[in-house]
């Protein structure tokens, strides 16, 4: 089982041994905000640059991204 960490320098996966960066779309170096998974194991993530869908394949999609001048919280 893995563990899916979100903060705010960006996405991380613990699986019991060790804690790596989940980098694919920069999720590993963007702030996130929630996670969720679905009844069919796909990981739902919100970040500052938008959400992120990521199924059991690790394959990510960007579902749907934040406007390029909203991308910043001040």
Same mark, same amino acid.
């Not at 796909?42 to 991204?65: E, F």
């Given at each position: 089982?893995?563990?899916?960490?979100?903060?705010? &320098?960006?996405?991380?996966?613990?699986? =019991?041994?060790?804690?790596?960066?989940?980098?694919?779309?920069?999720?590993?170096?963007?702030?996130?905000?929630?996670?969720?998974?679905?009844?069919?194991?796909?990981?739902?993530?919100?970040? &500052?640059?938008?959400?992120?869908?990521?199924?059991?394949?690790?394959?990510?999609?960007?579902?749907?991204?934040?406007? =390029?001048? &909203?991308?910043?919280?001040?």
């Amino acid at each position: 089982k893995r563990a899916w960490l979100a903060t705010q &320098q960006g996405l991380l996966i613990y699986d =019991a041994h060790s804690v790596s960066v989940f980098d694919k779309f920069d999720l590993g170096k963007s702030p996130i905000y929630c996670i969720v998974k679905d009844a069919q194991s796909n990981i739902w993530v919100g970040a &500052q640059s938008g959400i992120y869908k990521i199924d059991a394949n690790y394959t990510c999609q960007l579902v749907a991204q934040k406007p =390029a001048h &909203q991308m910043f919280v001040y």
